[in-house]
Structures are given as structure tokens and as C-alpha cells.
């Protein structure tokens, strides 16, 4: 049940007005069944390790709670540790057992459909382990009391809005919400609905449109001169931005129908004008979440250990920000996939931001030499387009199919330019117009409205006339027949 489905927009209709029917007090309980008949659309028989992964934490939770202080941090290691062998089992099977083959099932409708012959990994199990060791790790720091309601502890990770790409909701956050009496709102359902069918543009109209043009160069990468590659990188660029900002739109706007806000993933990313801007802007709860328990913790652990102010005629603070970044974002390019592509992808971003750090005085210098403000105009568009590009460099390796691939891919780019491919006008016509209504609409929301929705207007009727104007776009030009959500593999 793909949130790009008419299937996916009857269920959420019917469990919302089920919600509201039902009594305050049981709320929470229809909202989990729901959530775990999301999750049966898919293949059912995980649904078991998902639940066996809800009662373990449970326990080691409420365990971790009472252990003495000086305890806890060896209960926190075993819950840490077993949450990452469960990852680790199922994101690199067929690794570890290449010749193994099962036998599973996709559900469509909830009826069994084409069978599954290698291991994949449960949807959603790496996002719902990465809740679980925050919550686990908030414990431990004592910001938060243990969830007693195993109901509710199993809606805090279940919830289906989130459950498959997030995003990674801090216990502080989403639990207390969980707890609300929530009474129907009109105007945050109203929100909510207006936010997913952005959340449908982003996705039908943007995302799968460019993945058809993506798809056939990279897929064929080899037959394909530079100039093609090149406009096919910035393409993907705005297919991936689209596809899982599509879907956190959709998920958001689904959790408001329930009155609970979820916490935004994206903050118009390619306006950034730095590296570091970037990720506080792009997928940006798992961002924090790398910052909180795998940066500053490394960065913290690296600070009592080296004593000198210097190494190497370099500044302690610099080695441990190198180092601790470096190990951040290799981790962000395991978490991705274990091709040798992603951990190059995930480095890059380490390099960028040690490059960063290392020259900000050379550059606060050389700004001042020049006379240049950085507040100058000119200044931050040649950032944003700087910033965009070396996002861009980067997915070249996010997308190909291996690192070979990646290097040729560029080899092609330095050394092989002709005519640009174009399979059908068209087709690129609905691609350039996606993307420039995108940027439009972002441009807006970053300068003058500061809102999540594509259209805020004092005038009801034009409100009423944008929404239906994006809604003939989506079913004039938006691709029906797509796949679905890129992040729905990690």
C-alpha cells in the first residue's frame, strides 16, 4: 500500500473517520491496528520482527530505567548492540549468506501476490531501530521517563504515517501527542490534506516524471556521451529531493488528519549555501539524530583524549571535527547501502565539511580582502549554485550502480560531450516544467511565506483555485503507473 496509491488514500480515510468514531480512551488502540494493517499490505510475516523488536526494547527500556547509574551504560551497549545485529541481518543477508534463497510474498490489497525469492529488509526496520536507540539513548541521559503503556510504546514506533521513511521522532516529541485527547480539528485536517497533495505533486509529477529520463541514461550509463550524464545527475538531483520530500509531505499531512504534528525532513535544501547548511536543511531529523548520538559524543570522546592544542602545527579542534566527521558520514553511507559507491558518497560529504571548517578564516580573510559582505546577494546566490553543484557531484555516486560505475560515469563527463539525448520532447518538457514549478514554489516559501504549503493566500476562493489547479496538474501530467519511494529501500 504505497502512499502514491488510491488504495493509500481510502485506508487513511476510512481509519480517520474510525478514529474519531471511537472513544477517546481507545484512540491509541485504533491507531496501532491501523498501523499494523499498513504494515500487512506489504509482506505480512515481517510484521512478526517488527513486534518482536517493540517487545525486546520495551523490556530493555523499562530495564535500563531501574539499573543503577553506574549500570546503565553497559545496559545501553547490549541494547544498542542488539538493535544493530538486527539491522545489520537483514541489510547485508546476502552478504553473509550469498547462495541462501526464501520464500516470500508481496501483498496488494492484502492478497498475495508475486513471490520474493531473496532476503529484502522489512520496511521501515532501519528507521524504526534508529527511533528506538534514541529513545533507549535518552534514557540513559535521563531527558526522558520510560513509556509504561506498552501500547503506547508501540505506537510511538509503529505509527504508519512514519513507520517506512521516517521521520526519526524523538520520544519528547511524538509520545506526549500520543497521550492527547485529540478532538477532530477542520483547519489542521485541512493542512494536512492541502500538505499531502503537494506531497503528490513532489512525487507524481516531479519524482517519477525525471525517473523516467534518470533511469534510462543511468541504467545504460555506458551508451551515453557526457552532456546527456550531466543534465540526467541534476535530474536525479531534483528526483530524489522530490520523491522523499514527496513522501514526507504526505506523511505529515496524514498525521495531522490525526491531530499530531510530526516533525519536518526538509527545509528547501538546495537553497543552502554551504555543505553544512545543507544537511540542517535535507533529511534533517536523521541529520540531528547523527549530530546528537555519533558526532558530538565523538567529537566529546576525542576532546579528553587529546591533550595538545596542537598536531602538526594544526589546531586540536580541527583534527577532532576531520575525524569526527569523517566517521559520521561514513556511517550515513553504510546506513545507505554497502556498496563501496555509498561510503565514497557519505565521505565526500566529510571532506566538504573539513574543507570548510580547516579554511573559514581563510575565507573570512579573503571576503574581507575583496570587500565582499556575506550577507551580499551575489555572494549567497554563487554559494547556493556552488553548494547545489557539489550536492549534485555527490549523487552521482548515491545513484550509480557501483563505484566503477560512478568513475566512469565521470570519466564520461570530463571527456565525452555531443548533442543531448532526448527520447521524447515531451517528456522533457513535463520534466523542465516540474522542476522550475519546484523551485518556483520553494524561492516563495523561503523569502516571503515561511510555510510548508505551496499556496497561503488572505482569499479563500484563491486558495480553493490553486488546490484545484494543482490537482488538474497531477492528473493531466503526473505519472500513475511509477514505482515506489526511493527511500522505502533503506
Not at 550524464?229 to 506523511?251: E, H, K, M
Not at 499531512?253 to 490525526?258: E, L, T, W, Y
Not at 545543507?278 to 558526532?295: A, G, K
Request: with cysteine.
Amino acid at each position: 500500500m504505497a502512499f502514491n496509491s488510491i488504495v493509500y488514500t481510502l485506508f487513511l480515510s476510512v481509519c480517520a473517520i474510525l478514529y474519531y468514531l471511537l472513544p477517546v480512551r481507545f484512540r491509541w488502540a485504533g491507531l496501532l491496528a491501523a498501523s499494523i494493517g499498513y504494515y500487512l499490505s506489504f509482506i505480512p510475516v515481517f510484521i512478526s520482527i517488527l513486534l518482536l523488536v517493540v517487545v525486546i526494547n520495551y523490556f530493555l527500556a523499562n530495564h535500563l530505567a531501574k539499573v543503577q547509574e553506574k549500570r546503565k551504560g553497559r545496559t545501553l551497549v547490549m541494547a544498542i548492540f542488539i538493535n544493530l545485529v538486527i539491522l545489520a541481518f537483514f541489510k547485508y543477508f546476502h552478504i553473509f549468506f550469498p547462495q541462501n534463497r526464501i520464500s516470500l510474498y508481496n501483498v496488494d490489497w492484502f492478497f498475495r501476490t508475486d513471490p520474493i525469492t531473496s532476503m529484502i529488509m522489512p520496511l521501515g526496520l532501519s528507521y524504526i531501530l534508529f527511533t528506538v536507540l534514541s529513545y533507549q539513548i535518552e534514557l540513559k541521559r535521563n531527558t526522558i521517563q520510560p513509556e509504561q503503556h506498552i501500547g503506547y510504546f508501540s505506537l510511538y514506533l509503529l505509527f504508519f504515517p512514519r513507520v517506512a521513511q521516517g521521520p526519526l521522532e524523538r520520544p519528547q516529541q511524538l509520545i506526549p501527542q500520543l497521550h492527547q485527547p485529540h478532538s477532530f480539528d477542520y483547519t489542521l485536517a485541512l493542512e494536512g490534506l492541502k500538505q499531502i497533495l503537494w506531497g503528490y505533486f513532489k512525487k507524481l509529477v516531479v519524482a517519477d516524471r525525471l525517473a523516467i529520463y534518470v533511469d534510462a541514461i543511468y541504467n545504460n550509463s555506458e551508451h551515453h556521451n557526457g552532456t546527456t550524464l550531466i543534465v540526467a545527475t541534476f535530474f536525479f538531483a531534483f528526483q530524489i529531493y522530490a520523491d522523499f520530500s514527496g513522501y514526507t509531505d504526505i506523511a505529515l499531512g496524514s498525521a495531522k488528519i490525526f491531530g499530531i504534528n510530526l516533525t519536518g525532513n526538509f527545509k528547501r535544501p538546495y537553497l543552502a549555501t554551504s555543505i553544512k547548511e545543507f544537511w540542517n536543511r535535507w533529511h534533517i531529523t536523521f541529520s540531528f539524530w547523527l549530530r546528537d548520538y555519533v558526532f558530538l559524543p565523538l567529537a566529546y570522546f576525542l576532546s579528553k583524549r587529546m591533550k595538545k592544542q596542537e598536531y602538526m602545527w594544526v589546531a586540536t579542534e580541527k583534527w577532532i571535527y576531520l575525524v569526527a566527521s569523517l566517521v559520521t558520514f561514513a556511517i550515513c553511507g553504510i546506513w545507505h547501502g554497502e556498496g563501496w559507491n555509498f561510503l565514497v558518497w557519505g565521505l565526500l560529504f566529510g571532506v566538504f565539511l573539513t574543507y570548510s571548517n580547516w579554511t573559514e578564516k581563510l575565507q573570512k580573510q579573503f571576503r574581507k580582502k575583496l570587500h565582499i559582505k556575506k550577507t551580499n546577494w551575489l555572494y549567497l546566490f554563487y554559494k547556493t549554485i556552488l553548494t547545489f553543484f557539489l550536492v549534485s557531484f555527490t549523487w552521482i555516486f548515491f545513484r550509480a550502480g557501483s563505484l566503477d560505475n560512478a568513475i566512469a560515469i565521470l570519466e564520461n563527463m570530463l571527456t565525452s560531450h555531443g548533442s543531448l539525448y532526448i527520447p521524447d520532447a515531451q517528456q522533457l518538457v513535463y520534466c523542465v516544467f516540474g522542476i522550475l514549478f519546484l523551485v518556483f514554489v520553494e524561492i516563495v516559501q523561503e523569502f516571503k511565506s515561511k510555510n510548508n504549503l505551496p499556496y497561503i493566500s488572505g482569499h479563500w476562493y484563491l486558495e480553493q483555485i490553486a488546490y484545484a489547479v494543482l490537482i488538474i496538474i497531477i492528473l493531466t501530467i503526473g505519472v500513475f503507473d511509477g514505482g515506489q519511494f526511493i527511500y522505502f529501500q533503506f
